[in-house]
């Protein structure tokens, strides 16, 4: 008899865990857009860090989808992904990455299909925001509010990595260009005018940091990594228009949105005043934005993250390739797993540039086809 009603109250219990589950994941229509679901422990899709075998990452990858991208996750799943425990031992070196999608506006089915693709892979950020190109900067926002989150349950991370679903990750080696910045630019002592000794001779990178006190120690400086665009100018016209801009008469200089890391700080530091930042349409331009007047931030701009809008070509030194095909991400990994190099062929589709940082934005970004890559240039 006991045992009778216990059943009966526990399948209660599990009647209303999972309604309310329903009620913030998945019923959208009762869900109000501010309302994110952190009440409760249980919750699967929002908690998923917390669930998750892999605890305190090292590194977040925070790669943006939508719920019809399932082919693209796949081969994300199936290709980059995989590199890294090829590569790494991961108890030296964790990742955690989670496909970020919203759940407002899904129809019934979509919902059905994203529910089971969460329980195979337990690898998505469902976030309660439409998923449109307008909503990308809300989507970062309520990422980094996420994150923050997990701060509160003592899940910690170090950097995160944003990128899209048609961005290729070199994890193979990104993980060891991590602790080469760190070693070179934020464990040693820094010098002012800033300087690392490792950029000298250094092909790839240049730096800036942002510092009131010069007596700093690195190991104060946050890090916001990626390829640096400074002199572009506002668009007024076409999808990606921001019609209220007056900043400047160019953007704030920002990492561009096909890959970018950030330091816990700065992803802190915009979760905590998400509210009262400006949001604009593009995500990496918001971002560069909202981190313009923060101190200790260390800038580093570097020709292995090919991230704008389309793909600068192939190289084989890559860290971060966007805007490319399922078919090309595919072609990509299997010649390095048979190769071990990237590219079948190296292509230069357009010219790189090094972000001149001792000049103004607008003359920051100057494609030069002098500086050739080679095989031993190295940081
Ligand atoms: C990653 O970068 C390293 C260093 O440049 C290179 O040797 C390697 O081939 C690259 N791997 C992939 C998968 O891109
Ligand atoms: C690259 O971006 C352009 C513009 O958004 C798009 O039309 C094209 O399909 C993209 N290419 C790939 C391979 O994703
Ligand atoms: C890139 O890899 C391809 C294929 O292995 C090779 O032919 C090419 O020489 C490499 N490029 C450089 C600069 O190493
Ligand atoms: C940046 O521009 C200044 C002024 O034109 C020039 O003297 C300097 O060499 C440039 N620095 C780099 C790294 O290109």
């Known amino acids: 008899m006991f045992k009778f009603i216990a059943g009966k109250y526990l399948r209660t219990v599990i009647y209303v865990v999972f309604s309310f589950l329903l009620g913030c994941m998945v019923t959208i229509n009762l ?29 977040v990858i925070l790669i943006l989808s939508a719920t019809n991208n399932l082919g693209k996750r796949d081969t994300i799943r199936e290709t980059w992904l995989k590199l890294h425990r090829e590569t790494y031992d991961n108890s030296k070196f964790k990742i955690a990455h989670y496909f970020v999608i919203g759940s407002l506006g899904l129809t019934a089915d979509q919902l059905l299909h994203l529910s089971s693709e969460q329980s195979t ?12 190109y307008k909503t990308l900067t809300e989507k970062i926002k309520k990422s980094f509010i996420w994150l923050n989150d997990q701060l509160d349950y003592g899940l910690g991370f170090k950097y995160i ?38 950029e000298r001779g250094n ?28 002199n572009a100018k506002i668009k007024t016209t076409g999808k990606w228009a ?35 930042l400006r949001s604009f349409n593009s995500e990496d331009i918001s971002v560069g934005f909202w981190l313009a007047p923060v101190n200790n931030v260390l800038r580093v701009h570097d020709i292995r993250f090919d991230t704008e ?48 940082w001792s000049v103004p934005p607008s003359q920051c970004c100057k494609p030069s086809d002098q500086i050739k890559l080679s095989k031993n240039t190295s940081t």
């Open 31 to 59: 869900t109000p857009i501010e309302k994110t679901c952190t009440i409760d422990n249980v919750d699967v899709g929002y908690n998923i860090m917390q669930n998750s075998k892999l605890k305190n990452p090292e590194l």
């Open 242 to 276: 921001e019609t209220d801009w007056i900043a400047s008469d160019r953007y704030i200089p920002y990492a561009l949105g096909g890959g970018y890391v950030l330091s816990k700080n700065l992803v802190t530091y915009i979760a905590k005043n998400a509210n009262n």
């Open 121 to 132: 892979y337990n690898d998505i950020l469902i976030l309660p925001v439409h998923d449109t």
């Open 161 to 198: 990595l944003k990128c899209d679903d048609d961005s290729f990750i070199n994890l193979s080696y990104l993980p060891q260009e991590i602790i080469n910045i760190e070693k070179n630019y934020i464990s040693s002592d820094i010098t002012y005018p800033f300087q690392p000794t490792s």
């Open 203 to 230: 092909r790839y990178l240049s730096s800036n940091a942002q510092v009131n006190n010069k007596k700093l120690k690195g190991h104060h400086l946050s890090l916001y990594w990626g390829y640096f665009s400074g």
């Open 309 to 356: 809008w389309v793909s600068r070509g192939c190289r084989n030194n890559s860290l971060v390739i966007h805007n490319i095909s399922q078919r090309e991400m595919r072609e990509l990994y299997n010649h390095y797993i048979s190769q071990k190099t990237l590219c079948s062929e190296e292509v230069v589709r357009r010219n790189y540039y090094i972000y001149n």
